[in-house]
């Protein structure tokens, strides 16, 4: 990408990652992509062990897979946003320890993992499922972070509020929910994807050499109110 890194982007929906690696590829980068069902143990070793095979090891694993909303069944959102996570810390954090040279792993939560949330949508918020699995991210993110301290690997999460992404999209179809995300917001506005990247990025780098089993919150003040 921009800052130099080699990257391969996983994803579930083979051409959606097709389509990041190409534009890190057009904008002058190294990426090379994989279907990855993060759900699948197996999917998630060979991913590693893909990237090991390109570039010889694994020094960034970024655990950002989710799903939200009334759609998906409690088995589905724990499936993707907790178990895909855990297989994620386990096998980067396996690999890492097996290179001696440190590395960083970033986990998505989001501003749910820290808290609970009315809305206008009623009780549950955006979810009970989606409520308990981003607050098991923290949870898994301070026990990788104590785990891989002794040899230099660093674990963190990100809690984004209300973000600009398509899996905001089905909760913006309603008028009176956008409106109230945007009121609801100290700063009157929603984040964009951008700004979560360049946190993610931070704690991806030596910048935050000391920073480990912890989360950093982006909601532009949300959970402060």
Partial sequence: GREGARVMASDINEESAAAVAAQIEDAG?????????TTSEEDVKGAIQAVVDAWGKVDI????????GPQYSWE??????????????????????????????VNLSSMMGISGTTT??????????YHASKHAVIGLTRQFGLDGAPHNIRVN?????WIETPLLAPLKMSEELTKWMIEGAP????????EIARAALFLASDDASFVT??????????TAR
């Fill in 187 to 194: 700063m009157g506005r929603l984040g964009s994807a951008d």
């Fill in 157 to 161: 999460a990100l809690c984004p509020g």
């Fill in 76 to 105: 589905q959102v724990i499936a993707v946003n907790e178990t895909g996570v855990y297989y994620g810390c386990l096998h980067s954090l396996i690999q890492m320890i097996k290179q001696g040279e440190g590395g960083a792993i």
């Fill in 61 to 68: 694993v970024v655990n950002n897979a989710g799903i939200g």
């Fill in 120 to 129: 206008p949508v009623g009780p549950g918020g955006v979810g009970y499922a």
């Fill in 29 to 37: 980068g190294e990426a090379r992509s994989l279907r990855t069902d």
């Fill in 213 to 222: 089993a912890t989360h950093l919150v982006i909601d532009g003040g949300w």
